[in-house]
């Protein structure tokens, strides 16, 4: 159905051989490929998933589970566009190439008003999410929430020591196949991501990810995987579009349907990312 643009620029570097990927992880609609230099090519089933850089989303059969087609460990080969597995093969040719709008992705210009404008609708649709669905985290996903959980920290202006300590207390942290500390920690770096360069942010920003990246190794495979990928500026298709709606200044229910999407994702991952969102959204508003 559509092809990530990471996923895209692999498969056509490895066209003229025959290159070999490892069945890492699989689901029912999902299943993650290692390649040797470590990073991961993900299948996905189009009905129930958004793009990714490094996936490829497929038109599967409605009783289709990878689990009952692979086994863990097992050798994929690529070659000529087309995977090779057992039983079953997929061919790439011809797919649409999936790539984020990168117009609006440097930012120079103020977000006063704007970050408590948007701030205020994203709030209000993580709360209305969280209440209707019920949603369980192991951290406080609202600010000056006394709900028992962990209250997450990152501040703007902690030196790098005590950045790096912030960081160790959310990655790796809480339930889930990407826990909860993940997705919050994506979250606030797609929320930085446009203010990378400016003045107040850039030398957070430049803490945050050398900090995050030497910390890998405390979480699972799958969850490092989307967290170097962030630091690189690599986003679901959901959070792109949710960038893009603050960007372009989108009107409240564009705004909003973004903020949803955002949260379709996982039994908390969603709202755990959208919370993470909005923290920078209020480091940002600290820096005017």
């Excluded at 809480?174 to 446009?194: E, F, H, N, S, V």
């Excluded at 991952?269 to 940002?284: K, N, P, Q």
Aim: with cysteine; hydrophobic share 40%.
């Amino acid at each position: 159905m559509s092809i990530g643009y990471l996923a895209a620029e692999f498969i056509k570097s490895a066209n003229a051989q025959s290159y070999p990927l490892q069945v890492h992880s699989r689901f029912q609609h999902a299943m993650n490929l290692k390649r040797s230099d470590g990073n991961l090519l993900t299948l996905l089933s189009a009905s129930h998933y958004a793009n990714l850089a490094d996936a490829i989303r497929l038109n599967l059969p409605a009783s289709w589970d990878w689990r009952e087609k692979t086994i863990g460990g097992e050798e994929i080969w690529m070659k000529n566009e087309v995977l090779h597995g057992a039983g079953w093969s997929i061919s790439s040719k011809g797919a649409r190439c999936w790539q984020p709008d990168r117009a609006t992705e440097h930012a120079h210009e103020s977000l006063v008003s704007d970050a408590q404008y948007y701030y205020a609708i994203l709030l209000h649709a993580l709360t209305l999410f969280c209440t209707t669905h019920r949603i369980r985290s192991e951290l406080s996903l609202f600010p000056n929430a006394h709900s028992g959980q962990k209250q997450p920290e990152i501040s703007l202006n902690a030196n790098a020591a005590m950045l790096d300590q912030q960081i160790s207390q959310l990655i790796g942290f809480g339930r889930g196949l990407t826990p909860d500390g993940d997705d919050y920690l994506l979250g606030y770096i797609a929320a930085l991501w446009r203010w990378r360069y400016t003045q107040k942010v850039a030398e957070h920003f430049t803490l945050l990810c050398h900090g995050l990246t030497n910390q890998l190794s405390r979480t699972n495979d799958i969850s490092a995987h989307y967290l170097k990928r962030a630091v690189q500026g690599h986003f679901s298709e959901p959070i792109c579009e949710l960038i893009q709606a603050l960007a372009t200044k989108k009107n409240d229910v564009e705004v909003n349907s973004a903020a949803l999407a955002v949260m379709q994702f996982g039994a908390s991952s969603g709202a755990d990312c959208l919370a993470g969102f909005l923290h920078g959204l209020r480091a940002l508003k600290a820096t005017q």
